[in-house]
């Protein structure tokens, strides 16, 4: 849609899709979405609203190239959650890669194969006017279960799949151990740089749990934050992690993401 190339951020990661809570890089409607080169397979993390996914797909394209990693590999489309700018685009990458192998996490998964879009909660999405009133909510039926603890190996590399609810129900995080060192935290929406957090008035958001997950992966040990929208940190990941979870420690409510 815009032109722009896949930006290379890390040895194997590039951004190859990010809206207008980002970069401007494809649709305004998309989250973060990375590319991630692998010697023996390669993944993306989360797809984008679906409205202009070949825009998405051309970035994987290039990202690929630049990477030398051959996407006849085994492929994998890790989601975060289920809300319509990261899944919506999930059965557009299918189609465009045959054998890729969508995942999502066990209590959002179903939403996500029905195109529901009141388990995603787009209805409030639209509600809200940050998506218009025909925007379209495909399902990937194809999308399978996810659960914290697997661990999807790339060759010299692997993703650790993380529980992480409270954002949304189902929510996972990612975290990347990268050839020759270097770990990488996806996280989504369950925390961005600055220790912002996304709260919402959705019906599966929940406090509690929200503190407990930032907790959690206070514990991690990581390099570098990516999360789904607004600033990446390539070093001191950590730091930001830390500046939520000490909010939710002192019984207070980090400030929330604009």
């Not at 809200?128 to 399978?144: E, I, K, L, M, T």
Request: proline content about 4%; hydrophobic content about 45%.
């Amino acid at each position: 849609m815009t032109g722009l190339q896949p930006v290379r951020l890390l040895p194997q990661v590039w951004l190859v899709g990010s809206g207008a809570a980002g970069f401007g890089l494809t649709h305004a409607l998309d989250c973060h979405v990375y590319f991630v080169a692998g010697t023996t397979g390669w993944a993306v993390i989360d797809a984008g609203s679906g409205v202009d996914s070949d825009t998405i797909v051309a970035n994987v394209r290039a990202a690929a190239i630049e990477a030398g990693c051959d996407l006849g590999l085994p492929g994998v489309l890790l989601l975060t959650h289920a809300h319509a700018d990261h899944s919506g685009g999930a059965a557009d990458l299918a189609a465009a890669f045959p054998g890729l192998k969508v995942f999502a996490g066990t209590d959002c998964v179903d939403w996500i194969r029905e195109g529901d879009k009141l388990g995603v909660s787009l209805d409030r999405g639209i509600a809200s006017g940050v998506y218009p009133a025909d925007f379209q909510y495909r399902g990937c039926p194809g999308a399978a279960e996810l659960r914290g603890g697997a661990m999807i190996k790339l060759g010299g590399s692997s993703i650790e799949v993380v529980d992480a609810p409270g954002h949304a129900a189902g929510h996972l995080c990612f975290v990347l151990h990268m050839t020759g060192g270097g770990t990488v935290l996806f996280s989504g929406d369950c925390v961005f740089a600055n220790g912002w957090v996304s709260i919402q008035n959705l019906h599966d958001v929940s406090i509690q749990s929200y503190a407990a997950t930032l907790a959690h992966l206070a514990e991690l040990d990581f390099d570098a934050l990516l999360p789904g929208h607004h600033a990446v940190s390539l070093s001191d990941g950590p730091s930001h992690i830390a500046a939520a979870a000490d909010e939710f420690a002192s019984g207070r409510v980090p400030g929330n993401a604009p």
